[in-house]
């Protein structure tokens, strides 16, 4: 259980384009989904906490309009980054929290972001 | 000053060998303590918490100690499999986890 899957795993695209990250909680509900972003040999950094039917909560730093996050449902959080340019490359993860909980987090497979 | 700061490593060890290496938070109001585990390319997996207490699961025991700021983990008889970057990742406050850059283990055979 607790199954949490990313889509696209990795993606290429051309700069200022928008791309879109979805994160879906297969089999449980989650109040809140978490949005990390990994550049290499470094460590996973929060940029932002999603709540279903609520605003996203952004780290300090990670500007809100050119990573839009969304979550529209309880098993749905999406993550578009607007206007991407190269150094936005990186690996994006996200994690669930189970209702009711939140300590433990689920995390997807990350997806793979290329800007060219 | 980083929240969570680790060795980066690597530890090169045998297998069946001992490793060991710690972390250091800077918050004394840290709640929560965990390993997770991430191999290449993949998303961090929980490896397990880490109690006031110390605990043992298998051949890994994880110790905290608040006074000094750190938590431990140990690997005990080294497998191939336990090849990985082992993170740090301490909760403050709000369900947010802070992690370390990692400690990268290599078992070698």
């Known amino acids: 259980g607790a199954v949490v899957s990313q889509h696209p795993s990795w993606v290429i695209c051309k700069s200022g384009t928008s791309v879109k990250i979805e994160c879906r909680s297969l089999d449980f509900q989650a109040t809140t989904m978490f949005w990390y972003r990994q550049f290499p040999k470094q460590s996973l950094m929060l940029m932002a906490t999603?709540?279903?039917?609520?605003?996203?909560?952004?780290e300090q730093g990670v500007e809100k309009d050119k990573f839009l996050i969304n979550h529209a449902s309880l098993t749905l959080s999406t993550l578009t980054v607007t206007s991407a340019h190269p150094e936005d490359s990186s690996f994006y993860i996200c994690?669930?929290?189970?209702?009711?909980?939140?300590?433990?987090?689920?995390f997807g497979p990350g997806t793979r972001l290329t800007v060219t | 000053r980083k929240e969570v700061e680790q060795d980066p490593g690597p530890f090169n060890v045998p297998e069946g060998a001992t490793v060991a290496f710690n972390c250091t938070y800077s918050n004394s109001a840290s709640q929560s303590f965990f390993w997770y585990r991430q191999d290449c390319r993949k998303e961090p997996k929980l490896l397990m918490s880490?109690?006031?207490s110390g605990n043992e699961d298998g051949r890994f025991t994880a110790q905290l100690n608040r006074a000094s700021q750190y938590i431990s983990l140990l690997i005990r008889d080294s497998k191939l499999s336990d090849s990985a970057t082992y993170l740090c990742v301490v909760i403050l406050h709000d369900y947010k986890l802070s992690f370390g850059a990692g400690t990268t283990v290599t078992v070698r055979a």
């Open positions: 880490v109690y006031s």
């Open positions: 999603s709540n279903e039917g609520s605003k996203a909560t952004y």
């Open positions: 994690s669930a929290s189970l209702v009711g909980t939140g300590v433990e987090q689920y």
